[in-house]
């Protein structure tokens, strides 16, 4: 044999000898038909998140407009016959009653005429008599009758008119209120239709705002209305009018608020931030920070069941201010979760501890 085959041969009895020692041995193993069992892993224990019990209660809530308040009334007294102011009655900031004269007008003979129209009705009115009584007795005739009546009612209208200058001759507040402008001074002559005064009245006020045609549907006359001028302090107010079309601009309807002003607070002509009174409902208060936004973008709020797994439910926003939020559309009281919310999600199993227990 070469020295190949010789090395080949030696390299095989090598094998076979480290075979048969291996085999004397005993340690011979066998494969195992089951894979080997996977080593414990250590449970991994829930989060933890503080919760807080929160009730839902009875919330009235409020629709914001921005308003202008006027007086209850305004009206400009003017002359209604021409004439000398003789006397002022009323000064600016004056306030008056109502049927208080305001100011005398020069006579200028109007009475001299009423009595002559007083006169001359007199006499009608005997001759109509007279008529009558020859009539009865077939001494006058139904049209001489007729044209005495005539003539009498002709006298009659014409003595109202007289009646009716002289009347104006001194004009008379047609309401209560305040003299908020004057234009005339004693010895001014006036002509018919000449601004005398500016009556205001100011214990009652009229708000005047536009309701969201979105909105407009929540609204009616009788609602009550807190009503806050620039100077802070509120004033009651109920809904007297709500208008039945839109303005075509803004698509908006006009309402209208009175308000009591007991004091006469100088607030006429202001602004004003109106809250009109919506019908009561359940709602939830809580702070804006545990708001969070569901997979479809609208707001919920998470809180944890009695199973202690998260929910999150949807939530309908009534109001929302910097000092909260309230919120419907969740249980009447709830677990809220007011810390590590942002670190689990619905459903996970979770370990709450009461933010009281943790204060404590």
């Known amino acids: 044999m070469n020295k190949v085959k010789w090395s080949s041969l030696g390299l095989s009895l090598v094998v076979v000898i480290a075979l048969i020692i291996w ?32 009730n839902a209660q009875l919330y009235e809530p409020g629709l914001l407009l921005q308003g202008q308040l006027e007086p209850w009334n ?18 600016l900031g004056d306030s008056v009653k109502a049927g208080d004269v305001l100011l005398t007008l020069s006579e200028d003979g109007r009475g001299a005429e009423v009595k002559r129209w007083q006169a001359r009705a007199k006499k009608l009115e005997a001759d109509l008599a007279a008529a009558r009584t020859l009539r009865s007795k077939n001494l006058a005739s139904q049209s001489d009758i007729l044209d005495v009546e005539s003539e009498l009612a002709g006298a009659r209208a014409e003595l109202e008119n007289a ?53 407009v549907a929540q609204v009616a006359p009788g609602q009550k209305v807190q009503v806050r001028p620039l100077d802070g302090e509120a004033l009651n107010g109920v809904v007297t009018f709500v208008a039945s079309a839109a303005n075509p601009d803004t698509r908006s309807f006009a309402v209208e608020i009175a308000v009591e002003n007991p004091e006469r607070k100088r607030i006429a002509g202001g602004s004003a931030n109106l809250r009109i009174a ?11 920070a545990y708001l969070s936004l569901g997979d479809d973008g609208r707001p919920g709020v998470k809180y944890v069941d009695e199973q202690n797994r998260v929910v999150f439910r949807t939530v309908k926003l009534v109001s929302v201010s910097t000092e909260g939020a309230w919120v419907t559309g969740l249980p009447d009281q709830i677990r809220l979760i007011t810390r590590g919310g942002g670190f689990v999600s619905e459903g996970e199993q979770v370990d709450p501890v009461d933010a009281a227990d943790e204060r404590g």
């Not at 705002?209 to 979105?214: C, N």
């Not at 919506?278 to 804006?288: H, K, M, Y």
Request: without cysteine; hydrophobic residues 45%.
């Open 74 to 91: 305004a009206v400009t007294v003017s002359a209604r016959i021409a004439g000398t102011v003789e006397t002022i009655k009323a000064s």
């Open 278 to 288: 919506l019908a009561e409902l359940r709602a939830t208060f809580i702070s804006p």
């Open 23 to 54: 085999m004397a041995t005993g340690e011979i193993k066998v494969a195992s038909t089951q894979a080997p069992a996977q080593p414990d892993v250590a449970q991994e224990a829930p989060a933890r998140v503080q919760i807080t019990t929160v």
């Open 163 to 215: 009646q009716l200058a002289v009347s104006h001759l001194r004009p008379v507040a047609p309401f209560a209120g305040v003299i908020n402008d004057k234009d005339v001074e004693a010895g001014s002559l006036v002509q018919v239709g000449s601004a005398l005064y500016e009556l205001v009245r100011t214990d009652r006020l009229k708000a005047k705002g536009q309701v969201p045609q979105q909105s």
